[in-house]
Every structure is written in structure tokens, then in C-alpha cells.
């Protein structure tokens, strides 16, 4: 099982938390052998939950260091990628303007389109955002399709579309 | 490519980087919550509110970012496959890289607000089993335009083909083989140079789906 672990953590940790994994697993087994108690050793540890207890823990320390602002802002972080152009301080401010500038635009959106949108910008394709949102996928796909064209316009309107 | 490639690229970049702050700490779901959700175990209405939650909460956003990429990693590397796992592991960060450099390229030439990417160390990751075995952002002609992966033997594949704004041009379900040929009045309409996406997912019987890594192509 802490093989398991080892490599679920190693999944979900963060480069510039590397450092911390070892710790990081300690803290999901313990958890694990808290919840395995307290359910008499009934609870089913599967991969699935494994791979939950990872994620809580490396979460909870992002979270942690977040408070104590101790986490790297994105122009500080390790570059892991060395083809990949490195932003001057400049840019990446711009980078995180843009961020708050979609936040802003998606806040205004009518609330399906805001959901069908920001799921999409997570990385969810159509038939996911659907499923998850308990909508048919054509209903997703023209709230995606007219939530960006909102997103776009609004963005335009902040001189930041094109 | 359509005008709308580097945009939407940006746009989830801008949208999930790392590194934003919280700005009501106390409202922030629990990390067992964002997984639930990212995972489907949330009604739908609660979903939502986590959902309308990471809008206005950047911390949060990356939150679930990383919960969709962890499930992701977790439903490639399951079960089968392990015995490709070496070279599709190595491979798949070969794949990557190209891809990470030429939309780099694009934000920094079009649109000129470079942001950086997050990515985690290679190390101790396992090759996906359901995998593009086309290069990432291939062109392929619209008269013969084959999508092709290596999967799981014995599962059921469906593709789907959309533009990079969601909008569903095929979808093909059922398939066994792992290929596909999409079919050119699909593609009708859509100019050259667009780039497309197309991901596959698995299903083996009593199991969960496997989904692939959203891969893209360019038409000709």
C-alpha cells in the first residue's frame, strides 16, 4: 500500500513541494489508518481511495503554505519544461491580469454559461462538463459555444480580446 | 489554425495557473469536496456551487486543476498496460514537449502575454493505456484524416472530434479497432489550417471509463 501511496503522491506533487513527499505520505497513511480504525478495518482501501488520501494531503500542504504565503508565485516556480520559454516578470504579471479579467468577465455571465465555461477552461471537454453538470451534451456544448463568445466580449471590452 | 486556437489556449492557462491566492480561505471547499466533484460524485447542484466557487477563486481553480489531471494520470495508468508503460511514459512527455514549446511560441507571438506552464516531474509516472499514436498537432488531410491509438484489448472506443471551443463535429461510439476514419463531410465547413481536437475513451465492461489525453491534429 505505500508503494501505492508513494506513487499517488508523486502524481499530484507539485515539483516545488518535492521535498515534501515523503512527509506528504506519512500524512495520507495515517489517514488512512485513522479512517481504517475507526471503521474497524472494514473500509475498502482501494487505489481510488488512495489516490484521494494522496490528493487531500498534498492539497491540505498547498493550502497550508498558501496561508503562510510560502507558495512560489508562477514566475518563481522550477521551470520542469527547459524548451519552454521563460517569462520575464513583466509578462507574467500580465499572465495574472488576464487571470483576474476572466474572473471578472465569468462572474457577469448568466450562471449556466458561467459553469459550462469554467468547466471547459479546466480542461473538461464537452460530453464531461455534461455529465457532470447533469445537462444533455448539446446543451452543454452551446453554453460552452456562447459562454466563450460572452467571455470573449467582455474580455474585448477590458482592451484585452482581440 | 482559426483565430480562436492561441485564444483558448491562453485562456484556460490564465484561468488555472498556479500560484493565485484565496481570497476567502474560510469558504474554500474541502480538498475531499473538489475531488468529489471532479470526479462526479457531487449532485449536480452542489457540483455547481463548487464550480461558481473556483470562478472567483483562483486558489480553488488550481485545486481542481490538479484533482482533473491526477484522475486523468489515474485512469491511464490503471490496470492494463503496465507492460507498455516504460516507453509510453517516456514517450508521452517526448510528445508533450513539442507541444508545450510551439503553444509557448503562440501566446508569445499572437497574443503577447506569455504565461509560464506547471509541470510535474516525469519521474514515477506511468504511460497512459489509452493513447494518441498520432504526434500531437499532425497535420492529416481531410480526405483520409485517420485518428489512431493504442488501448486496452477487449474495450469498446468512442471519438469525439471538436473544434477547440467544444463544438462537437463526430462523434463515433462502439468502435473496437483503434482507429478511426473521420469522415470528410464531418469536416465540411471547417477551414484548412484549423486545429482540432479528438479524444478516446475506453470502456471496458464492470469498469470505468478510461479517457485519453485531449490530443489535437491540424486539418489540411
Known amino acids: 500500500m505505500r508503494a501505492e501511496l508513494v506513487r499517488a503522491v508523486a502524481r499530484v506533487c507539485p515539483p516545488w513541494l518535492a521535498d515534501r513527499a515523503d512527509d506528504l505520505v506519512q500524512v495520507a497513511l495515517l489517514r488512512i489508518y485513522d479512517v481504517q480504525r475507526r471503521s474497524e478495518g472494514k473500509a475498502e482501501l482501494s487505489s481510488f481511495y488512495l489516490q484521494r488520501a494522496a490528493y487531500s494531503a498534498v492539497v491540505d500542504e498547498i493550502r497550508r503554505r498558501r496561508r503562510r504565503q510560502e507558495v512560489p508565485l508562477e514566475e518563481e516556480r522550477p521551470e520542469t519544461h527547459p524548451a519552454a520559454a521563460q517569462p520575464d516578470p513583466e509578462s507574467a504579471s500580465a499572465g495574472a491580469e488576464i487571470g483576474r479579467a476572466i474572473r471578472d468577465c465569468l462572474g457577469g455571465l448568466v450562471r449556466p454559461r458561467r459553469l459550462a465555461v469554467a468547466l ?13 453538470l447533469g445537462w444533455s451534451a448539446k446543451k452543454a456544448e452551446n453554453l460552452v459555444y456562447r459562454g466563450l463568445a460572452d467571455l470573449r466580449g467582455c474580455l474585448k471590452g477590458k482592451g484585452m480580446g482581440r | 489554425m482559426t483565430k480562436d486556437d492561441p485564444e483558448l489556449e491562453e485562456l484556460r492557462r490564465a484561468f488555472t495557473a498556479p500560484g493565485g491566492a484565496a481570497p476567502r480561505p474560510e469558504d474554500c471547499p474541502a480538498p475531499e ?21 473556483t470562478v472567483a477563486c483562483p486558489a480553488c481553480a488550481e485545486d481542481w486543476r490538479l484533482a482533473v489531471e491526477v484522475e486523468r494520470e489515474a485512469a491511464s495508468t490503471e490496470d492494463v498496460g503496465r507492460a507498455a508503460a516504460p516507453l509510453l511514459g517516456s514517450r508521452r512527455w517526448v510528445r508533450l514537449a513539442p507541444l508545450a514549446a510551439a503553444a509557448a511560441a503562440i501566446v508569445l507571438l499572437v497574443v503577447g502575454l506569455p504565461l509560464t506552464q506547471h509541470r510535474s516531474e516525469p519521474t514515477l509516472r506511468e504511460g497512459p493505456t489509452v493513447v494518441s499514436r498520432l504526434e500531437d498537432g499532425q497535420a492529416l488531410p481531410r480526405t483520409h484524416c485517420r485518428l489512431a491509438w493504442s488501448g486496452p ?9 471538436h473544434t477547440l471551443i467544444g463544438k462537437s463535429l463526430d462523434t463515433a461510439r462502439g468502435l473496437t479497432a483503434t482507429e478511426y476514419l473521420v469522415p470528410e463531410a464531418k469536416l465540411a465547413g471547417v477551414p484548412s489550417g484549423t486545429r482540432l481536437e479528438w479524444q478516446v475513451t475506453a470502456t471496458l465492461p464492470g469498469k470505468a471509463p478510461r479517457y485519453s489525453s485531449l490530443s489535437s491534429f491540424i486539418l489540411r
Open chain 2, 153 to 161: 484489448a477487449g474495450a469498446t472506443y468512442e471519438v469525439e472530434v
Open chain 1, 120 to 132: 471547459h477552461l479546466q480542461g473538461h471537454r464537452v460530453a464531461e462538463a455534461a455529465r457532470l
Open chain 2, 33 to 53: 469536496t473538489i475531488w468529489a466533484a471532479v470526479h462526479g460524485e457531487l449532485p449536480p447542484g452542489e457540483l455547481r456551487d463548487v464550480v461558481d466557487h
